[in-house]
Protein backbone atom coordinates (compact mmCIF):
# COMPACT_ATOMS: atom_id res chain seq x y z
CA UNK A 1 0.00 0.00 0.00
CA UNK A 2 1.49 3.47 -0.67
CA UNK A 3 1.77 5.82 1.70
CA UNK A 4 -0.59 7.55 3.35
CA UNK A 5 -0.84 11.77 2.78
CA UNK A 6 -1.50 14.40 4.93
CA UNK A 7 -4.21 16.78 3.79
CA UNK A 8 -5.53 19.99 5.68
CA UNK A 9 -8.99 21.36 5.81
CA UNK A 10 -9.62 25.46 5.86
CA UNK A 11 -9.90 26.93 8.93
CA UNK A 12 -13.00 26.59 10.55
CA UNK A 13 -14.59 23.67 8.64
CA UNK A 14 -13.07 20.50 10.70
CA UNK A 15 -16.00 21.42 13.23
CA UNK A 16 -18.67 20.74 10.79
CA UNK A 17 -17.32 18.26 8.87
CA UNK A 18 -16.74 16.48 11.79
CA UNK A 19 -20.23 16.76 13.18
CA UNK A 20 -21.98 15.69 10.13
CA UNK A 21 -19.54 13.29 9.06
CA UNK A 22 -20.65 12.88 5.52
CA UNK A 23 -18.26 11.23 3.65
CA UNK A 24 -18.13 13.24 0.69
CA UNK A 25 -15.37 16.06 0.98
CA UNK A 26 -15.56 18.62 -1.61
CA UNK A 27 -12.78 20.57 -3.05
CA UNK A 28 -13.87 23.84 -1.27
CA UNK A 29 -13.54 22.45 2.04
CA UNK A 30 -9.51 21.95 1.47
CA UNK A 31 -6.75 24.50 2.01
CA UNK A 32 -5.55 26.02 -1.35
CA UNK A 33 -1.87 24.45 -0.94
CA UNK A 34 -3.59 20.76 -0.53
CA UNK A 35 -1.52 18.74 -3.19
CA UNK A 36 -2.52 14.60 -3.49
CA UNK A 37 -2.49 12.55 -6.38
CA UNK A 38 -5.87 10.82 -7.54
CA UNK A 39 -6.22 7.59 -6.19
CA UNK A 40 -3.81 8.25 -3.05
CA UNK A 41 -4.93 7.22 0.65
CA UNK A 42 -5.35 10.53 2.52
CA UNK A 43 -5.25 11.66 6.26
CA UNK A 44 -7.78 14.73 6.62
CA UNK A 45 -6.28 17.05 9.25
CA UNK A 46 -7.81 20.16 10.78
CA UNK A 47 -6.06 23.46 10.49
CA UNK A 48 -3.67 22.69 13.08
CA UNK A 49 -2.54 19.03 11.58
CA UNK A 50 -4.76 17.04 14.02
CA UNK A 51 -6.33 13.93 11.93
CA UNK A 52 -10.10 13.73 11.36
CA UNK A 53 -10.79 10.55 8.85
CA UNK A 54 -9.32 8.70 6.23
CA UNK A 55 -9.95 8.57 2.55
CA UNK A 56 -9.52 8.36 -0.64
CA UNK A 57 -8.71 11.36 -2.82
CA UNK A 58 -9.43 12.76 -6.53
CA UNK A 59 -7.72 15.45 -7.82
CA UNK A 60 -10.16 15.28 -11.11
CA UNK A 61 -13.61 15.43 -9.42
CA UNK A 62 -15.36 18.14 -6.94
CA UNK A 63 -15.85 15.40 -4.37
CA UNK A 64 -12.17 15.71 -3.63
CA UNK A 65 -12.09 13.14 -0.67
CA UNK A 66 -13.92 9.76 0.10
CA UNK A 67 -13.82 9.38 3.74
CA UNK A 68 -13.80 4.84 4.69
CA UNK A 69 -12.74 5.80 8.21
CA UNK A 70 -13.54 8.30 11.03
CA UNK A 71 -11.63 9.35 13.58
CA UNK A 72 -8.01 10.58 14.97
CA UNK A 73 -6.47 7.20 15.63
CA UNK A 74 -3.89 6.94 13.45
CA UNK A 75 -4.94 3.84 10.68
CA UNK A 76 -2.82 1.82 8.58
CA UNK A 77 -5.24 0.97 5.42
CA UNK A 78 -3.25 -2.08 4.14
CA UNK A 79 -3.67 -5.17 3.40
CA UNK A 80 -5.51 -6.61 6.43
CA UNK A 81 -7.52 -3.58 7.00
CA UNK A 82 -9.24 -3.76 3.45
CA UNK A 83 -9.44 -7.40 3.84
CA UNK A 84 -10.95 -6.90 6.90
CA UNK A 85 -13.45 -4.64 5.63
CA UNK A 86 -14.31 -6.38 2.76
CA UNK A 87 -14.99 -9.60 5.34
CA UNK A 88 -17.22 -7.33 7.32
CA UNK A 89 -19.45 -6.62 4.18
CA UNK A 90 -19.34 -10.58 3.33
CA UNK A 91 -20.69 -11.15 7.23
CA UNK A 92 -23.88 -8.95 7.01
CA UNK A 93 -24.78 -10.49 3.55
CA UNK A 94 -24.88 -13.72 5.04
CA UNK A 95 -26.55 -12.98 8.30
CA UNK A 96 -29.47 -11.90 6.41
CA UNK A 97 -32.36 -14.14 6.45
CA UNK A 98 -34.12 -13.31 2.93
CA UNK A 99 -31.14 -13.93 0.83
CA UNK A 100 -31.79 -17.71 1.60
CA UNK A 101 -34.03 -16.79 -1.41
CA UNK A 102 -32.03 -15.95 -3.97
CA UNK A 103 -28.97 -16.75 -5.53
CA UNK A 104 -27.47 -13.59 -6.55
CA UNK A 105 -27.23 -10.15 -3.85
CA UNK A 106 -25.33 -7.38 -3.61
CA UNK A 107 -21.78 -7.75 -2.09
CA UNK A 108 -20.32 -4.14 -1.55
CA UNK A 109 -22.75 -1.38 -1.44
CA UNK A 110 -19.97 1.72 -1.65
CA UNK A 111 -20.09 4.09 0.99
CA UNK A 112 -22.87 2.18 2.40
CA UNK A 113 -20.08 -0.40 3.48
CA UNK A 114 -17.38 2.28 4.16
CA UNK A 115 -16.02 0.90 0.87
CA UNK A 116 -16.60 4.12 -1.23
CA UNK A 117 -16.52 3.49 -5.14
CA UNK A 118 -16.69 -0.06 -5.06
CA UNK A 119 -19.34 -1.65 -6.06
CA UNK A 120 -20.05 -5.79 -5.88
CA UNK A 121 -23.40 -7.60 -7.38
CA UNK A 122 -23.19 -11.76 -6.96
CA UNK A 123 -25.16 -13.63 -9.65
CA UNK A 124 -24.46 -16.96 -8.64
CA UNK A 125 -21.20 -17.85 -9.81
CA UNK A 126 -20.38 -14.67 -11.42
CA UNK A 127 -19.56 -11.62 -9.55
CA UNK A 128 -19.67 -8.16 -11.22
CA UNK A 129 -17.98 -5.44 -10.04
CA UNK A 130 -17.87 -1.56 -10.71
CA UNK A 131 -14.89 0.29 -9.34
CA UNK A 132 -16.01 3.95 -9.87
CA UNK A 133 -13.02 6.45 -8.10
CA UNK A 134 -9.57 6.21 -8.62
CA UNK A 135 -9.23 4.78 -5.10
CA UNK A 136 -11.83 1.87 -5.41
CA UNK A 137 -9.03 0.86 -9.22
CA UNK A 138 -6.31 0.60 -6.98
CA UNK A 139 -8.19 -1.64 -4.42
CA UNK A 140 -8.48 -3.95 -7.67
CA UNK A 141 -6.32 -6.37 -6.74
CA UNK A 142 -7.26 -6.65 -3.18
CA UNK A 143 -10.82 -6.97 -4.23
CA UNK A 144 -9.61 -9.81 -6.47
CA UNK A 145 -7.92 -11.98 -4.20
CA UNK A 146 -11.28 -10.94 -1.71
CA UNK A 147 -13.52 -12.45 -3.88
CA UNK A 148 -11.44 -15.47 -5.14
CA UNK A 149 -10.88 -16.58 -1.82
CA UNK A 150 -13.87 -16.24 -0.29
CA UNK A 151 -16.79 -16.99 -2.54
CA UNK A 152 -17.15 -20.10 -5.04
CA UNK A 153 -16.96 -17.75 -8.52
CA UNK A 154 -16.57 -18.92 -11.76
CA UNK A 155 -16.02 -15.42 -13.35
CA UNK A 156 -15.48 -11.99 -12.41
CA UNK A 157 -16.77 -8.86 -14.81
CA UNK A 158 -15.48 -5.64 -14.39
CA UNK A 159 -18.43 -3.44 -15.57
CA UNK A 160 -17.58 0.06 -16.73
CA UNK A 161 -19.42 3.09 -18.00
CA UNK A 162 -18.23 1.69 -21.65
CA UNK A 163 -19.30 -1.55 -22.74
CA UNK A 164 -16.34 -1.45 -24.79
CA UNK A 165 -14.13 -0.61 -21.65
CA UNK A 166 -16.04 -3.60 -19.67
CA UNK A 167 -14.05 -7.09 -19.61
CA UNK A 168 -13.60 -10.62 -17.73
CA UNK A 169 -10.66 -9.91 -15.38
CA UNK A 170 -10.74 -13.11 -13.55
CA UNK A 171 -12.26 -16.68 -14.53
CA UNK A 172 -14.20 -17.77 -17.43
CA UNK A 173 -16.72 -15.51 -19.56
CA UNK A 174 -20.10 -16.28 -18.38
CA UNK A 175 -21.88 -13.91 -20.50
CA UNK A 176 -25.90 -15.17 -19.19
CA UNK A 177 -26.52 -16.38 -15.89
CA UNK A 178 -30.03 -18.01 -14.51
CA UNK A 179 -30.86 -15.90 -11.63
CA UNK A 180 -33.14 -17.37 -8.82
CA UNK A 181 -35.45 -14.92 -6.29
CA UNK A 182 -38.53 -16.01 -4.30
CA UNK A 183 -38.88 -19.31 -6.85
CA UNK A 184 -38.98 -17.35 -9.70
CA UNK A 185 -36.25 -17.49 -11.93
CA UNK A 186 -34.64 -15.17 -14.69
CA UNK A 187 -31.85 -15.15 -17.35
CA UNK A 188 -29.56 -12.05 -16.68
CA UNK A 189 -26.91 -10.61 -19.84
CA UNK A 190 -24.07 -9.96 -17.68
CA UNK A 191 -22.54 -7.77 -20.55
CA UNK A 192 -24.91 -5.79 -22.06
CA UNK A 193 -27.46 -5.53 -19.28
CA UNK A 194 -28.65 -2.04 -17.35
CA UNK A 195 -26.70 -1.27 -14.26
CA UNK A 196 -24.64 -4.74 -13.40
CA UNK A 197 -27.14 -6.65 -15.93
CA UNK A 198 -30.29 -6.64 -13.12
CA UNK A 199 -32.15 -4.68 -10.67
CA UNK A 200 -31.29 -6.48 -7.69
CA UNK A 201 -32.26 -3.36 -5.17
CA UNK A 202 -36.41 -4.01 -6.30
CA UNK A 203 -36.40 -7.91 -4.60
CA UNK A 204 -38.32 -7.26 -2.11
CA UNK A 205 -40.51 -4.10 -4.04
CA UNK A 206 -41.14 -7.48 -6.86
CA UNK A 207 -42.64 -9.42 -4.06
CA UNK A 208 -44.96 -6.97 -2.80
CA UNK A 209 -46.32 -6.55 -6.03
CA UNK A 210 -46.92 -10.26 -6.21
CA UNK A 211 -49.11 -10.20 -3.02
CA UNK A 212 -51.58 -7.48 -4.62
CA UNK A 213 -51.76 -9.32 -7.97
CA UNK A 214 -54.26 -12.12 -7.70
CA UNK A 215 -57.17 -11.44 -10.28
CA UNK A 216 -55.77 -7.95 -11.29
CA UNK A 217 -54.67 -6.61 -14.77
CA UNK A 218 -51.15 -4.99 -14.31
CA UNK A 219 -49.28 -2.60 -16.45
CA UNK A 220 -45.79 -2.46 -16.19
CA UNK A 221 -43.59 0.34 -17.85
CA UNK A 222 -40.03 0.81 -18.10
CA UNK A 223 -40.34 -3.09 -17.90
CA UNK A 224 -36.76 -4.26 -18.39
CA UNK A 225 -36.72 -7.73 -18.50
CA UNK A 226 -39.95 -8.40 -17.15
CA UNK A 227 -39.17 -8.58 -13.04
CA UNK A 228 -42.36 -6.97 -12.54
CA UNK A 229 -44.04 -8.53 -14.66
CA UNK A 230 -43.48 -11.83 -14.04
CA UNK A 231 -44.01 -11.51 -10.38
CA UNK A 232 -47.34 -10.40 -10.96
CA UNK A 233 -47.77 -13.58 -12.75
CA UNK A 234 -47.06 -15.11 -10.26
CA UNK A 235 -49.57 -13.55 -8.21
CA UNK A 236 -52.31 -14.14 -10.02
CA UNK A 237 -52.58 -11.42 -12.37
CA UNK A 238 -55.06 -12.13 -15.00
CA UNK A 239 -53.85 -9.95 -17.60
CA UNK A 240 -50.61 -8.22 -18.53
CA UNK A 241 -48.76 -5.33 -20.08
CA UNK A 242 -45.32 -4.67 -20.64
CA UNK A 243 -43.62 -1.38 -22.00
CA UNK A 244 -39.95 -1.32 -22.92
CA UNK A 245 -38.23 0.44 -25.27
CA UNK A 246 -34.88 -1.74 -25.93
CA UNK A 247 -35.38 -4.49 -28.22
CA UNK A 248 -33.01 -6.89 -26.50
CA UNK A 249 -34.19 -6.65 -22.96
CA UNK A 250 -38.07 -6.49 -24.39
CA UNK A 251 -36.73 -10.19 -25.66
CA UNK A 252 -35.35 -11.33 -22.68
CA UNK A 253 -38.80 -10.25 -20.97
CA UNK A 254 -40.82 -12.28 -23.33
CA UNK A 255 -38.25 -15.50 -22.34
CA UNK A 256 -38.36 -14.87 -18.61
CA UNK A 257 -41.97 -15.19 -18.97
CA UNK A 258 -41.32 -18.38 -20.56
CA UNK A 259 -38.74 -19.72 -18.19
CA UNK A 260 -41.22 -19.66 -15.42
CA UNK A 261 -44.42 -21.34 -17.49
CA UNK A 262 -46.24 -17.73 -17.64
CA UNK A 263 -47.08 -17.95 -21.19
CA UNK A 264 -50.57 -18.61 -21.17
CA UNK A 265 -51.11 -15.48 -19.21
CA UNK A 266 -52.31 -12.60 -21.94
CA UNK A 267 -49.53 -10.58 -22.44
CA UNK A 268 -48.62 -7.61 -24.68
CA UNK A 269 -45.62 -6.76 -25.19
CA UNK A 270 -44.89 -2.68 -26.56
CA UNK A 271 -41.46 -2.03 -27.72
CA UNK A 272 -41.86 1.52 -26.94
CA UNK A 273 -41.45 4.98 -25.56
CA UNK A 274 -43.34 4.67 -22.01
CA UNK A 275 -44.48 8.38 -21.98
CA UNK A 276 -45.81 7.92 -25.46
CA UNK A 277 -47.49 4.55 -24.29
CA UNK A 278 -49.18 6.35 -21.47
CA UNK A 279 -51.05 8.17 -23.75
CA UNK A 280 -52.49 5.14 -25.32
CA UNK A 281 -53.53 3.33 -22.65
CA UNK A 282 -57.16 2.99 -21.97
CA UNK A 283 -58.49 4.82 -18.98
CA UNK A 284 -59.57 2.89 -15.97
CA UNK A 285 -58.65 -0.89 -17.57
CA UNK A 286 -55.78 -1.46 -15.88
CA UNK A 287 -56.21 -2.13 -11.83
CA UNK A 288 -52.29 -2.21 -11.23
CA UNK A 289 -49.97 0.40 -12.86
CA UNK A 290 -45.80 0.16 -12.47
CA UNK A 291 -43.81 2.81 -13.33
CA UNK A 292 -39.80 2.24 -12.21
CA UNK A 293 -37.71 4.44 -15.00
CA UNK A 294 -34.36 4.76 -15.17
CA UNK A 295 -32.83 7.75 -13.39
CA UNK A 296 -33.69 11.02 -15.12
CA UNK A 297 -30.89 12.98 -13.60
CA UNK A 298 -27.16 12.24 -12.09
CA UNK A 299 -26.59 15.56 -11.63
CA UNK A 300 -28.10 18.74 -9.62
CA UNK A 301 -28.70 21.28 -11.93
CA UNK A 302 -30.49 18.50 -14.05
CA UNK A 303 -33.54 18.14 -11.34
CA UNK A 304 -35.51 20.74 -12.40
CA UNK A 305 -36.30 19.00 -15.66
CA UNK A 306 -36.20 15.72 -13.61
CA UNK A 307 -39.03 16.64 -11.56
CA UNK A 308 -41.23 17.60 -14.53
CA UNK A 309 -40.24 14.35 -15.97
CA UNK A 310 -41.08 12.44 -12.69
CA UNK A 311 -44.35 14.51 -12.48
CA UNK A 312 -45.55 14.10 -15.76
CA UNK A 313 -45.67 10.21 -15.75
CA UNK A 314 -47.16 10.23 -12.19
CA UNK A 315 -49.31 12.03 -13.42
CA UNK A 316 -50.59 10.11 -16.33
CA UNK A 317 -50.81 7.06 -14.68
CA UNK A 318 -52.96 8.15 -12.08
CA UNK A 319 -55.68 9.91 -14.29
CA UNK A 320 -55.65 5.88 -16.37
CA UNK A 321 -56.19 4.16 -13.16
CA UNK A 322 -59.92 3.27 -12.09
CA UNK A 323 -61.05 4.00 -8.92
CA UNK A 324 -59.18 1.96 -6.30
CA UNK A 325 -56.64 1.26 -8.50
CA UNK A 326 -52.74 0.59 -7.75
CA UNK A 327 -49.85 2.81 -8.32
CA UNK A 328 -46.29 1.13 -8.09
CA UNK A 329 -43.97 3.67 -8.54
CA UNK A 330 -40.10 4.87 -8.07
CA UNK A 331 -37.27 6.95 -8.53
CA UNK A 332 -33.71 6.13 -8.39
CA UNK A 333 -32.23 9.45 -8.98
CA UNK A 334 -30.06 10.28 -6.08
CA UNK A 335 -30.13 13.92 -6.68
CA UNK A 336 -34.54 13.61 -5.95
CA UNK A 337 -34.42 13.17 -1.89
CA UNK A 338 -37.70 10.36 -0.41
CA UNK A 339 -39.45 14.20 0.43
CA UNK A 340 -38.61 15.71 -3.05
CA UNK A 341 -40.77 12.71 -4.68
CA UNK A 342 -43.19 12.33 -2.49
CA UNK A 343 -43.94 16.55 -3.13
CA UNK A 344 -43.86 15.47 -6.81
CA UNK A 345 -46.43 12.95 -6.57
CA UNK A 346 -48.74 15.30 -4.50
CA UNK A 347 -48.14 17.64 -6.98
CA UNK A 348 -49.16 15.13 -9.82
CA UNK A 349 -51.76 13.67 -7.81
CA UNK A 350 -53.34 17.31 -7.31
CA UNK A 351 -53.10 17.78 -11.21
CA UNK A 352 -54.66 14.59 -11.66
CA UNK A 353 -57.43 15.36 -9.69
CA UNK A 354 -57.63 12.08 -7.85
CA UNK A 355 -57.74 11.61 -4.12
CA UNK A 356 -54.34 9.00 -2.95
CA UNK A 357 -53.72 7.40 -0.15
CA UNK A 358 -50.27 5.79 0.40
CA UNK A 359 -50.46 2.11 1.42
CA UNK A 360 -46.32 1.47 1.56
CA UNK A 361 -43.28 3.34 1.67
CA UNK A 362 -40.66 1.09 -0.70
CA UNK A 363 -36.76 1.38 -0.68
CA UNK A 364 -33.91 -0.79 -1.70
CA UNK A 365 -33.70 -4.07 0.73
CA UNK A 366 -30.92 -4.54 3.58
CA UNK A 367 -28.22 -6.08 1.25
CA UNK A 368 -28.07 -2.56 -0.29
CA UNK A 369 -27.40 -0.95 3.41
CA UNK A 370 -27.18 2.62 3.54
CA UNK A 371 -24.43 4.99 5.59
CA UNK A 372 -26.97 7.44 7.64
CA UNK A 373 -24.74 9.68 7.08
CA UNK A 374 -24.59 9.81 3.68
CA UNK A 375 -28.57 10.76 2.41
CA UNK A 376 -27.33 10.27 -1.34
CA UNK A 377 -27.08 6.14 -0.62
CA UNK A 378 -30.88 6.34 -0.64
CA UNK A 379 -31.42 6.58 -4.15
CA UNK A 380 -34.57 4.01 -4.26
CA UNK A 381 -37.71 5.30 -2.91
CA UNK A 382 -40.92 4.81 -4.14
CA UNK A 383 -44.29 4.10 -3.12
CA UNK A 384 -46.90 2.45 -3.38
CA UNK A 385 -50.29 4.63 -3.69
CA UNK A 386 -54.23 4.14 -3.80
CA UNK A 387 -56.49 5.85 -5.87
CA UNK A 388 -60.11 6.93 -5.08
Same mark, same amino acid.
Given at each position: ? *?????????????? $? +????????? /??????????? =????????? #?????????????? =??????????????????? =????????????????????????? @?? !???? @?????????????????????????????? !???????????????? +?????????????????????????????????????????????????????? !?? %? *???? $????????????????????????? @??????????????????????????????????????????? %?? #???????????????????????????????????????????????????????????? *?????????????? /????????? +???????? =??? $????? $???
Amino acid at each position: M *SKVRRVRLRPGKAE $K +IRQQRHPWL /FSGAFAPDTIA =ESGDTVCVC #DEHGQPLAYGHWDA =ESPIRCRVFSWGSAKLQPN =ETFWQSQLERALHLRRALPDLRLTN @SY !RLIN @SEGDALPGIVVDVYDKVAVVQLRTPGAERL !RPTLLRFLTSHLSLKG +IYLRRESSSASEWIWGERTPEVLLEEHGLFFKVSIETGQKTGFFLDQRHNRQLL !RY %Y *SQGR $KVANFFAYTGGFTVYAAAGGATELL @SVEIMPEPAHLLLENLRLNGFSHIPHTLWVEDAFDALQKVEKD %YW #DIIVLDPPAFTHHQDAVPQAIRGYKEINRRALRLLPKGGLLFTFSCSAHITPQLFRDILL *SAAMDADRPVQILH /FLHAPPDHP +IDLFHPQG =EYL $KGFVL $KVE
